[in-house]
T-cell receptor
Framework: DADVTQTPRNRITKTGKRIMLECSQT?????MYWYRQDPGLGLRLIYY???????NKGEISDGYSVSRQAQAKFSLSLESAIPNQTALYFC???????????????FGAGSRLTVL | AQKITQTQPGMFVQEKEAVTLDCTYD???????LFWYKQPSSGEMIFLIY??????QNATEGRYSLNFQKARKSANLVISASQLGDSAMYFC?????????????FGSGTQLTVLP
């Protein structure tokens, strides 16, 4: 099994629908992140969490919410999806892996969301 | 201003040759980290190499090396002896400040194609 698992891997939905993307990890990492990837823009941070009681907005949090249900689970919600939220979404984790102090991100496989 | 700039949207290299992917960064923080990630066509993000701003030597990981020129604020990725499997999108990223509280900022990526 993958260290970081995202579900669903692909989702097509309609404008105005509520969507939840889920992420679970077996790395034992405290820190979890949600990123969005758009062509030509790289990855942009939506939300991040350093533990169950810590949630922080990233660069592009508008239109999104998150829930850290447990150390291993971090979900991203789109309360009312719109077409410009069509993108590839990545969950990532980080901990104390080598190299020391680097805070290297381990990514899930991605969730491709299409909003019609 | 862009914090991470990758000026090469696409690059081609002949198999077995070396290739350099450019990355320049912008920060006023003396403590920072630089990362390179690989994204194959399958979509996952794979960590390649890390360079800390205080590291005295350029980072190397197998066929990957990071040409770190601090004064020029550049962190180019060098791939030696290119293989067909190196064809992928490559992202440069930076974490400003020390500790895990600082987040990664990604460049827009370079699509590398290795020709047989």
């Amino acid at each position: 099994d993958a260290d970081v698992t995202q579900t669903p891997r692909n989702r097509i939905t309609k404008t105005g629908k509520r969507i939840m993307l889920e992420c679970s990890q077996t790395k034992g990492h405290d820190r979890m992140y949600w990123y969005r990837q758009d062509p030509g823009l790289g990855l942009r941070l939506i939300y991040y969490s350093f533990d169950v009681k810590d949630i922080n907005k990233g660069e592009i949090s508008d239109g999104y919410s998150v829930s850290r249900q447990a150390q291993a689970k971090f979900s991203l919600s789109l309360e009312s999806a719109i077409p410009n939220q069509t993108a590839l979404y990545f969950c990532a984790t980080s901990g104390t892996d080598l190299p020391a102090g680097a805070n290297v991100l381990t990514f899930g496989a991605g969730s491709r969301l299409t909003v019609l | 201003a862009q914090k991470i700039t990758q000026t090469q949207p696409g690059m081609f290299v002949q198999e077995k040759e070396a290739v350099t992917l450019d990355c320049t960064y912008d920060t006023s923080d003396p403590s920072y980290g630089l990362f390179w990630y690989k994204q194959p066509s399958s979509g996952e993000m794979i960590f390649l190499i890390y360079q800390g701003s205080y590291d005295q030597q350029n980072a190397t990981e197998g066929r990957y090396s990071l040409n770190f020129q601090k004064a020029r604020k550049s962190a180019n990725l060098v791939i030696s002896a290119s293989q067909l499997g190196d064809s992928a999108m490559y992202f440069c990223a930076m974490r400003e400040g020390s500790g895990s509280a600082r987040q990664l900022t990604f460049g827009s990526g370079t699509q590398l194609t290795v020709l047989p």
